[in-house]
């Protein structure tokens, strides 16, 4: 069973920068891609940043970014820990959402919502 656990959520005002981290464990001990969504009650999720990290694969240390995070938010990963950190900066009150940690072992679906593996989710609240 795979697991993906997130921290770094919480309460922080407009302008300001957060770290949201993401780790994996279980019976995969490799993943091919990472990447995390949000979502806001009431909207469709969106897929805000993924990374892949297959190393050795032509596309290792690719990222793709969502247009609305695009400039403002950075992916990285450790693969020797199968982790994922996305950083936000200049953060908005539309970045006011529960950000999910994904994860795939087979490919990467970038920013679209067919990954196998997902946390629970972090609450990352922005105010004005």
């Known amino acids: 069973q795979v697991q993906l656990v997130e921290s770094g959520g919480g309460s922080v005002q407009a302008g300001r920068s957060l770290r949201l981290s993401c780790s994996g464990s279980?019976?995969?001990?490799?993943?091919?891609?990472m990447g995390w969504f949000r979502q806001v009650p009431g909207k469709e999720r969106e897929g805000v940043a993924a990374?892949?990290?297959?190393?050795?694969?032509?596309?290792?240390?690719?990222?793709y970014y969502a247009n609305s995070v695009k400039g403002r938010a950075t992916i990285t990963q450790d693969n020797t820990k199968n982790a994922v950190y996305l950083d936000l900066d200049s953060l908005k009150p539309d970045d006011t959402a529960i950000y999910s940690c994904?994860?795939?072992?087979?490919?990467?679906?970038?920013?679209?919502?067919?990954?196998?593996?997902w946390g629970h989710g972090t609450q990352v609240t922005v105010s004005s």
């Open positions: 279980g019976y995969y001990t490799r993943f091919d891609c």
């Open positions: 990374i892949y990290m297959a190393l050795g694969s032509a596309e290792y240390g690719t990222a």
């Open positions: 994904v994860a795939n072992t087979d490919g990467c679906y970038w920013l679209l919502p067919q990954y196998k593996f």
